[in-house]
């Protein structure tokens, strides 16, 4: 699994399919952190490709929700 960590964005790349749940779970729980720090926004999941997503916190979704998205 690869890690990009911006101030509030991490993109990753997982390529063992069978940690995959955990790697992204970690992912979230990263940007829950920072969501929390924020106060306002929530967390925004977004799926590019097999095993490709941007997980960021985002004034798209309200604070205290997890939202998808696939592009």
């Keep these: 699994m690869g890690f990009d960590v911006g101030n509030s964005t991490m993109d ?3 390529l063992d399919a069978a940690r995959h749940d955990e790697c992204l779970e970690a992912a979230v729980e990263r940007m ?9 926004n929530g967390v925004l999941v977004t ?4 095993g490709r997503y941007t997980v960021e916190v985002s004034a798209e979704v309200p604070f205290g929700f997890t939202y998808e998205a696939s592009v």
């Design 32 to 40: 829950k952190a920072k969501a929390v720090e924020d106060g306002r």
């Design 12 to 14: 990753i790349q997982i």
């Design 47 to 50: 799926r590019h490709a097999p």
